[in-house]
Nanobody
């Protein structure tokens, strides 16, 4: 089992920055793919970013590419999401996720149903 705990959310003005952290405990976190999703009120949970176990491969949704950056520190069993140039439409609850599956070809990592573990979420609110 893996437990994930997000932190770093809050209220920020448009154009500002936040860094989310996802601290993991439990089984070997270093072997898991890590991801971030978000869900705004009345909308489905959407993919934001993912990072391979070794940090070599990083994937982003088109809506955040160039503004957000995902990283990880396996020694600290933590995945980060640096969010810059925030927009009001980035307002959502952000969830950290992890998957123990080794085959993530075909962009399967963009589907929230593919992940095995989830955090409780952290609210990000961007004011205009």
């Amino acid at each position: 089992q893996v437990q994930l705990v997000e932190s770093g959310g809050g209220l920020v003005q448009a154009g500002g920055s936040l860094r989310l952290s996802c601290a993991a405990s439990g089984r070997a976190f270093g072997s898991l793919l890590g991801g971030w999703f978000r869900q705004a009120p009345g909308k489905e949970r959407e993919f934001v970013a993912a990072i391979s176990w070794n940090g070599v491969f990083r994937y982003y949704s088109d809506s955040v590419k160039g503004r957000f950056s995902i990283s990880r520190d396996n020694a600290k069993t933590t995945v980060y999401l640096q969010m810059n140039s925030l927009k009001p439409e980035d307002t959502a609850v952000y969830y950290c996720a992890a998957s123990q599956k080794v085959d993530y070809s075909g962009d399967i990592y963009r589907k929230h149903t593919w992940y095995d573990y989830w955090g409780q979420g952290t609210q990000v609110t961007v004011s205009s």
